[in-house]
């Protein structure tokens, strides 16, 4: 009697459980595949950390806090760590998560499992996450792995049983022989010294980490898909080398996400009417992630050169990117520099980037700013921090060549001239815009499509004059 069309598509479908890393960076990803699943007429149950899910319904406005708009439940388990405990220690949160997350996992799924609502029969784990993997083989559901970042990192992820017989890193993930490793050509060469691994915190958090990416690349065994953000296109080498990786990307949440769960801070939307005013392709924009944390010292050589470039700059200034708990910005700056300079404190990211007054993007090349970048046809200037940063650094600079890197003096700074210089080099030379635009195509067009001569010669024939290819 209560039957209606959506308990029909309920019965119909599968129900999903995506569980991502638990950082901002991969919580996004992961929601714009949800998303798009749902979109399919499937159901999620998305689980964050507890910590994480108070964030993000936090930054919801209000009344929408446990359900997405659509079909996405919103669920959590805890990380293992204390309220006051440091979650910027990877090493600590990882091993925490470790203890307690695979059990707490297990009984949520069979809560669910044995309540009214449909089976969970399908688990889609951040690869990051592969003890997720393993639950999910325990429990004979299926299992699909999620990578968030770029097809080369993973390769080389999942090279490292050859690394350590080669000699190159030992069982620790220690560096035993400096050196760039290019697994094909054409495919990004990584330093040895800017292995993932190798640039995320102190000596023990590395080795912890380390550890960890080994244990879950054996989990991905059990998965019966590993699908990476990222399109072919862009990383056609990566794919051929490593053909067990499915790209389904670049997946982003711009549109589909509007007003959704996903984002740790609350969006300013203010900046996109301020946007609006600037002429196009004019502006700047900066921002660095949800991780990056600046040195007293570098945040203001930062904040002097985007005054001393003198073009308008939008600049996402989060509340927790300084070491410092004072006021960080050089005294009488924000005066100084208010009629054509914004600071927000988190964006709108993927708007902003679609934005027609965005000239380039100044970026720490986390692996969702570099697609978010190259979907809009923005060229970059590259600041990278940690992780996989270098490496999406080189494809920009390198492989795709749309941007430029920034040198660091003998104290490991980067001085305000070489930013402006940089920022002078990249708008002044209309290549590494053309380049970008051409890479936009191949970014969001994964598709290529063979007709005989004879038809494609009709088809572009009844196409407008620039669109023959
Ligand atoms: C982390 C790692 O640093 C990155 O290298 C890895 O590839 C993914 O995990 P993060 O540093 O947060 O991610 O960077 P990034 O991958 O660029 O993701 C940030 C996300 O936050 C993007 O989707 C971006 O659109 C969004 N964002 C950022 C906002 O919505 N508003 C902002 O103001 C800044």
């Given at each position: ?6 308990n ?8 999903i459980l ?5 950082a ?8 714009a ?7 399919h007429?499937?159901?999620?149950t ?12 936090n930054a ?11 079909r996405?439940?919103?669920?959590s388990?805890p990380?293992?760590?204390e309220?006051g405990e440091d979650r910027?220690d990877?090493?600590?949160l ?5 203890r307690?997350m695979?059990?707490?996992l297990?009984?949520?799924?069979e809560k669910?499992?044995g309540?009214?609502d ?5 688990v889609i784990a ?10 999910a083989a325990k429990m004979?559901i299926?299992a699909?792995?999620f990578w968030t970042?770029?097809?080369?990192v ?8 050859k690394?350590i ?9 220690t560096v035993l ?6 697994l094909?050509?054409n ?5 040895t010294a ?8 102190n000596e023990?958090t590395q080795?912890?980490m380390?550890?960890?990416m ?14 990476c ?7 056609p080498?990566?794919?051929t ?5 499915f790209p389904?990307?670049?997946?982003l949440a ?7 769960a996903g ?8 900046c996109?009417?301020?946007?609006d005013?600037q002429l196009?392709s004019?502006v700047?924009?900066v921002a660095f992630g949800?991780f990056?944390?600046f ?11 985007l005054?001393?470039?003198e ?13 410092t ?5 050089p005294?009488?700056y ?16 993927q708007?902003?980037l679609?934005?027609p007054?965005?000239?380039?993007f100044l ?8 697609l ?6 923005l060229p ?19 492989v795709?060549k749309?941007?430029?890197?920034f ?7 980067v001085?305000?001239?070489?930013i402006k ?8 030379d ?7 635009r051409?890479l936009?195509?191949?970014?969001i067009?994964?598709?290529?499509f063979?007709n005989t001569?004879f038809?494609?010669?009709?088809v572009?024939?009844?196409l407008?004059?620039d669109?023959?290819?």
């Open positions: 009697s209560n039957k209606n069309f959506n029909f598509i309920e019965w119909l479908h599968p129900h995506a569980i991502p890393v638990p901002q960076g991969h919580v996004i990803p992961m929601m595949l949800s998303q798009c699943l749902v979109n007429g499937f159901k999620v998305f689980v964050n950390t507890d910590f994480n899910h108070n964030r993000v319904a919801l406005p209000d009344g929408q806090s446990h359900m997405t708009k659509d996405i439940d919103l669920v388990i990380d293992g760590l309220p910027r990877l090493g600590l990882t091993e925490a998560m470790r307690v695979p059990g707490k297990e009984e949520l799924i669910i499992n309540g009214d449909e089976k969970i029969t399908c951040d690869q990051g996450i592969g003890w997720a993997l393993e639950v004979k299926k699909v792995a970042a770029s097809a080369a993973l390769a080389l992820k999942l090279n490292i049983p690394l017989d080669e000699g190159i890193i030992d069982n620790d993930g022989k400096s050196q760039a490793i290019q094909a050509p495919m990004p060469a990584i330093k800017d292995f993932v691994w190798a640039c995320i915190g023990t080795k912890i380390f550890q960890f080994v244990r879950s690349i054996k989990a991905v065994q059990v998965a019966d898909w590993i699908l953000n990222s399109a072919y296109g862009l990383e080498a990566a794919f080398f490593a053909p067990e990786i389904i990307g670049p997946l711009s549109s589909r996400l509007e007003n959704s984002n740790f801070w609350q969006q300013d939307s203010t996109l009417q301020w946007l005013q196009p004019s700047i924009y949800s990056t944390i040195n007293q010292t570098q945040f203001l050589e930062l904040a002097l050169a005054e001393l470039s073009r308008p700059f939008l600049w996402v200034v989060r509340p927790d990117i300084t070491d708990t004072s006021d960080p910005y005294e009488g924000k005066e100084r520099v208010a009629s054509r300079g914004q600071m927000v404190s988190w964006a709108p990211q708007k902003v679609a934005h007054s965005i000239a380039c970026s720490h090349c986390g692996w969702n700013s570099t978010e970048g190259l979907s809009n046809g970059f200037l590259c600041w990278p921090y940690f992780a996989d940063q270098f490496t999406n650094e080189s494809y920009i600079c390198d795709w749309v941007g430029l890197k040198e660091k003096n003998e104290t490991g700074i001085l305000k001239e070489e210089n940089k920022v002078d080099q990249l708008l002044g209309e290549i590494y815009t053309a380049r970008a051409k936009k195509e191949v970014a067009t994964n598709v290529t063979v001569d038809n494609h010669n009709r572009t024939n009844t407008p004059d669109q023959s290819h």
